[in-house]
């Protein structure tokens, strides 16, 4: 397995548009979490799924964030009318259901000019 | 509620000792201890449960009080490899909470 990928691994976009990052788990992680990181600051919680179900989401998340993992494997993180304070790294993380390790992956790089 | 991390900064001369706090003010469930370097993602270092489990690496050790509410992670005998951003996660078996960080710079 070659650990959680995630992808693009950055992305400039304009104010007002939709940007769609995806996310690939290790194949046997049921769960699926969603961080956002801005520097100095430790991962934002953002939404976990236990395989294709959506079992929490921030409410710091405005309506703007909507996330799927439709087959219970790879995941996507849609962010609608980018506005420049989404700038920020999103990192995606897998782990076995329970309190167990997460494996992050690299992170896609968000910025919003 | 976000954990609280102390210290902030700590700068090591090699082979020194360094014990780093997180607290919170809710009863913990687990405390999860993460390090990051400057521009890559979070690395596991262990994990401590309620009741007095552990899963993490042999060469890291750590404590969970669970009436205080307070983990510590305990670094003896830091390398350079040491240098990076310690973070620890409050679990409750479905999410984490993460607090700020500590930076910890380890010089030759």
């Known amino acids: 397995d070659t650990g959680v990928s995630q992808d693009p691994r950055h992305k400039i976009t304009k104010r007002g548009q939709n940007v769609t990052f995806r996310c690939d788990p290790i194949?046997?992680?049921?769960?699926l979490y969603w961080y956002r990181q801005t520097l100095g600051q430790g991962p934002e919680f953002l939404t976990y799924?236990?395989?294709?179900?959506?079992?929490?989401k921030s409410r710091l998340l405005s309506d703007r964030f909507s996330a799927e993992r439709p087959k219970g494997s790879f995941s996507t993180l849609e962010i609608q009318r980018t506005e420049q304070g989404d700038s920020a790294m999103y990192l995606c993380?897998?782990?076995?259901?329970?309190?167990?390790?997460?494996?992050f992956g690299p992170g896609t790089r968000l910025t919003v000019l | 509620q976000q954990p609280v991390q102390s210290p902030q900064a700590v700068i090591l001369r090699e082979g020194e000792d360094a014990v780093i706090n997180c607290s919170s003010s809710?009863?913990?469930?687990?405390v999860h201890w993460y390090r990051q370097k400057h521009g890559e993602a979070p690395v596991f270092l262990m994990i401590?449960?309620?009741g007095g489990e552990q899963k993490g690496h042999d060469k890291i050790s750590a404590s969970f009080n669970e009436k205080k509410q307070q983990s510590s992670l305990y670094l003896t005998a830091s390398q350079l490899s040491y240098s990076g951003t310690y973070f620890c996660?409050?679990?409750?078996?479905?999410?984490?909470?993460w607090g700020l960080g500590t930076s910890l710079a380890v010089n030759p």
């Open positions: 194949s046997e992680h049921n769960r």
């Open positions: 809710k009863a913990l469930y687990s």
């Open positions: 996660g409050t679990g409750n078996n479905r999410k984490l909470i």
């Open positions: 799924f236990q395989n294709e179900a959506q079992l929490e």
């Open positions: 401590l449960l309620k």
């Open positions: 993380a897998s782990s076995l259901q329970g309190d167990n390790e997460q494996f």
